[in-house]
């Protein structure tokens, strides 16, 4: 396995020089913050929406320790729209842990780095492969379905043992002479390879610098790699979201609760039915109230189908209203806001309206 080891890595190497990814914005340095800041995004979410907030979140905040003072809702006002809103609370008490643990300094290895909120062993290998030249494997499903058709492990991955297995074959075919300059190198390469060419479906083995050894290439079904026969079967979620409007225009949002959908962001409140959304209105504007074209927000695992019901109250009819811990905004202040991407997109949608 050692020869086999140095044969796999050194051709990760040699393509990552001639035909990896090299312009993104997070490759060109070695700074753990920037390094572990790219790498919370890009889980569960491509490339191409993570280059739009990474500039923005270096701007706002540049270190670590800007993050660490910011409220959670300026964090999450800023990630509105990449989904998966956990990860935005974890990046912001691992950044304070950084501070009050290790004086604002990452550390420098993975078994530490793993101790952190939000960053799992694949992504703390990955910081400390990238920052620190630690020999450490990453495994994210990019490397699980290049290392699977390569070495043709047809295992089960939904059961721990074989992750576990794989696991220890990705740490047998890391390069044997480790330094700060190869593991950044195999890292990426790693990553890139199962971005642009082993790709899940349709892979391009002809370009593949492993094609010559891959069992998968060789029996010509690539695609029956990895095998994990647990899957998430995809659900529907109808809700009723309350779009109301005070006297002086200000919208009205309600923090949501924690755990579940889109908790400890601020929303439209949200109903479970039309008629429970109604209840909650005066009786003299219920009549009033516009209900919108349903439309479908589309999550990993599950279709949002939402139903926005518009409602405007004068003065009078504001006490009437029955909804709790709702409070009141401004354009320049629910903009400010961590809001769910489908409530965002509708509430700029009716300014454009408006006007």
């Not at 990046?91 to 939000?118: K, T």
Request: charged share 20%.
């Amino acid at each position: 396995m050692k020869g086999a080891g140095k044969a796999f890595s050194d051709r990760i190497i040699v393509w990552q020089g001639s035909h990896g990814r090299h312009g993104l914005p997070w490759q060109a340095t070695r700074d753990p913050y920037r390094v572990w800041l790219s790498e919370i995004m890009l889980q569960q979410t491509q490339v191409s929406t993570v280059l739009d907030y990474y500039p923005r979140f270096l701007a706002q905040f540049a270190d670590v320790a800007a993050l660490a003072a910011a409220s959670e809702n300026e964090v999450m006002a800023l990630w509105s729209g990449l989904g998966y809103y956990s990860r935005a609370r974890n990046l912001h008490r691992c950044a304070q842990e950084v501070v009050s643990r290790f004086g604002g300094q990452f550390p420098s290895s993975a078994e530490l780095l793993q101790s952190l909120p939000g960053i799992g062993r694949s992504t703390a290998a990955a910081i400390a492969a990238f920052c620190f030249g630690e020999r450490a494997a990453i495994l994210d499903g990019n490397v699980k379905r290049v290392l699977t058709r390569y070495l043709g492990i047809a295992d089960d991955l939904a059961v721990s043992a074989n992750e576990r297995a794989l696991w220890l074959r990705a740490e047998e075919l890391l390069p044997e002479a480790s330094t700060h300059q190869t593991m950044p190198i195999y890292t990426q390469g790693l990553m890139d390879l199962g971005a642009t060419v082993c790709t899940l479906r349709r892979p391009v083995c002809l370009v593949c610098p492993l094609s010559a050894d891959c069992v998968a290439a060789h029996e010509g079904k690539p695609e029956r790699y990895p095998v994990k026969t647990r899957r998430v079967k995809r659900s529907r979620m109808d809700l009723w979201l309350l779009h109301v409007l005070d006297p002086e225009g200000r919208v009205g949002l309600a923090q949501r609760p924690a755990p579940g959908i889109w908790a400890g962001l601020h929303c439209l409140p949200v109903s479970a039915s039309l008629e429970e959304l109604m209840s909650q209105l005066p009786l003299a504007v219920q009549g009033h109230a516009i209900e919108h074209t349903p439309f479908v927000h589309v999550l990993t695992h599950r279709d949002l189908h939402l139903h926005v019901v518009t409602a405007h109250l004068d003065s009078a009819a504001l006490d009437g209203l029955s909804v709790e811990a709702i409070e009141w905004f401004d354009e320049r202040q629910w903009q400010a806001k961590g809001l769910p991407a489908p409530v965002r997109r509708f509430l700029e949608g009716s300014l454009v309206e408006r006007v």
